[in-house]
């Protein structure tokens, strides 16, 4: 299938603190929910309390979960806001550093507990995202 991009325009940005010991998968979605956001572009700096993430088995198409239980900086974040069941879904992928430096990563699961988490979203407007069952990879895609 050729790649497929549609053309968005710029909406509201929105720019906030998550409160520690809020879970940040949901504090984010929780946001979109409220203030009407259906697409959007999502980052985050922060640091985490505990992590959790997964790694998608291409072969078994499913998610293989993992957690870590330490304090993490939270790296890198890169995510996005689509539509799944009628409902801001957020799609995220971020990196977690530990004491050492060592880094670990995926795709974000429910689980993360912030520390810190300063949020960036910019919504994307004159644009539909609706997340629907993909036969060939058994995710759920625009
Ligand atoms: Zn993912």
Not at 15 to 43: F, K, M, N, P, Y
Not at 62 to 81: C, D, K, P, R
């Amino acid at each position: 299938m050729p790649a497929r991009f549609w053309e968005a325009e710029a909406g509201r940005a929105f720019v906030g603190r998550l409160e520690t010991g809020s879970d940040l998968v949901e504090e984010i979605e929780r946001h979109c929910a409220e203030h009407g956001i259906r697409a959007a572009q999502v980052t985050v700096v922060g640091a985490m309390r505990r992590v959790r993430y997964a790694y998608y088995r291409q072969e078994a198409k499913e998610y293989l979960e993992l957690a870590s239980e330490t304090h993490h900086e939270l790296t890198s974040f890169v995510g996005n806001i689509s539509e799944r069941d009628g409902r801001p879904f957020l799609h995220a992928h971020a990196s977690f550093a530990d004491a050492q430096g060592a880094t670990v990563g995926g795709h974000l699961l429910r689980g993360c507990e912030v520390f810190v988490a300063e949020v960036m979203i910019r919504e994307l407007g004159d644009v539909s995202l609706v997340r629907i069952h993909d036969e060939e990879t058994g995710l759920a895609l625009w």
